[in-house]
């Protein structure tokens, strides 16, 4: 596949479901979708001028609200090259490049120094990686007396053999899920104090979901960039009959807590 200037060539055969979604234009990529984003911003009772952290920022959409409409300070990072440059761009067209920094960083070992920001925020990364490791970086960065505030996937209910291999052995290969009440005991065990739990159903790939998240006009542009090459037509028929299995399983829980 050819290179543009500003975009490198990408074989999305390879692509994990998340950057194809990026591909495709879509701008919110975690399973609480807007619905879970807006109570986060509910629970983090964000000040101007204040610090903050998006780690995993994927195309930068989060770090955008933040500082557009709390104007805060945003550091986000992301391991991924193709979501930075995404992040990057979109940061730019938002006007904002003054208030939000995007930078390569691996949750796993953050390069900042200990209590570092007053809020850290990580929406569907930790379960990605060592989620134990992930949940202490986080809350490492941040200052005493600051939050940290994540959200997951989560088994809603027990879900079918067939349910749980399609989701975790085919289109989500090592990730890890957990009931609700383990996440709160990694984020517990990781110092965190005074834990607030909300969560609800995946919805972002239905289509009710998918037009809340996007709008009529992104989702309209993402679903015709989706039929624009054959690539992406076989991506998709390959992957959203396989995502619907585990939907009536699947929810997000949204973890806040204060470091002490
Ligand atoms: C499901 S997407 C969520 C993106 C974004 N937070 C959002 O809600 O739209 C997961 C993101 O985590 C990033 N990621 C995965 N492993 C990571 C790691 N070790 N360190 C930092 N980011 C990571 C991926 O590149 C991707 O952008």
Not at 1 to 26: E, I
Not at 108 to 127: C, G, H, K, Q, Y
Not at 167 to 172: A, I, K, T
Request: glycine residues 10%.
């Amino acid at each position: 596949m050819a290179a543009t200037l500003d975009r490198p060539a990408v074989d999305v055969r390879k692509l994990d479901p998340y950057s194809f979604l990026a591909v495709l234009g879509k701008r919110v990529i975690h399973p609480g979708g807007r619905r879970s984003t807006e109570e986060l911003f509910g629970l983090a009772q964000l000040q101007p001028g204040q610090r903050t952290l998006d780690v995993g920022c994927g195309v930068g959409t989060t770090a955008i609200q933040m500082a557009h409409r709390y104007n805060v300070g945003v550091t986000a990072v992301d391991i991924a090259p193709l979501m930075l440059e995404r992040a990057r761009r979109n940061v730019h067209r938002s006007g904002l490049d003054g208030k939000i920094e995007i930078e390569h960083g691996d949750i796993l070992a953050l390069r900042f120094p200990d209590n570092s920001f007053d809020r850290v925020i990580a929406e569907a990364v930790t379960m990605f990686v060592n989620r134990r490791q992930a949940a202490r970086e986080l809350v490492r960065v941040c200052r005493p007396g600051g939050m940290v505030l994540a959200t997951e996937f989560f088994w809603r209910q027990p879900p079918t053999e067939e349910a749980r291999e399609v989701f975790l052995g085919q289109v989500c290969p090592g990730m890890q899920l957990d009931k609700l009440d383990g996440w709160v005991r990694i984020y517990k065990d990781a110092g965190l104090t005074g834990l607030q739990v909300r969560s609800g159903p995946f919805e972002m790939m239905t289509p009710r979901g998918f037009l809340q998240d996007e709008g009529f006009l992104n989702a309209t542009a993402c679903l015709l960039r989706g039929v624009s090459r054959i690539t992406y037509v076989r991506k998709m028929a390959w992957l959203m009959p396989r995502i619907s299995r585990a939907v009536p399983y699947l929810g997000y829980i949204l973890v806040a807590g204060v470091k002490p």
